[in-house]
């Protein structure tokens, strides 16, 4: 085997990782659809929306109620949130993604934490408010 070849190899090796880890990570946090957390939002007030965006794409749209801590600082921030420890907080984003890797940081935190699926972009094609 030459350096090319091992290089490209350890380039796919790389490339599987993080598609088994993005799959694993999907499969451990619970998602909800824009309709299902409407109606639990309805239904529960033990229910937390947390916005993981940017402060700019918060001030453009957000969701009624939400509370806004941006993805990057979620793990310094995490004590603000020890208030909501018994409640779930339901994590948005633009599509779902940095969402769900809020999500996962909260639930590595001891938190019950889920995601929006589709993100803001999904809640407002269906007309929720």
């Known amino acids: 085997m030459n350096a090319g070849q091992i290089i490209l190899y ?22 909800y659809s824009p309709v299902e957390l409407f109606r639990k939002l309805k239904d ?7 916005d993981v965006r ?6 453009a749209q957000s969701i009624k109620n939400s509370i806004h801590i941006p993805l990057a600082e979620i793990n310094s921030r995490v004590v603000e949130l020890k208030k909501y420890q018994n409640q779930e907080i339901v ?10 890797s809020a999500a996962s940081k ?8 889920a995601n929006l699926r589709g ?4 809640w407002n094609s269906t007309g929720l408010k």
């Open 106 to 113: 909260l639930k590595k935190n001891g938190f019950n934490a």
């Open 10 to 31: 350890l380039l796919i090796a790389v490339v599987v990782f993080q598609l088994l880890r993005k799959v694993f990570l999907f499969k451990s946090i619970k998602h």
């Open 54 to 59: 940017t402060a700019r794409e918060r001030k």
């Open 119 to 122: 993100g803001i972009l999904q």
């Open 91 to 100: 994590c948005y984003c633009r599509s779902g993604n940095r969402s769900l």
């Open 44 to 50: 529960s007030k033990a229910v937390i929306l947390l």
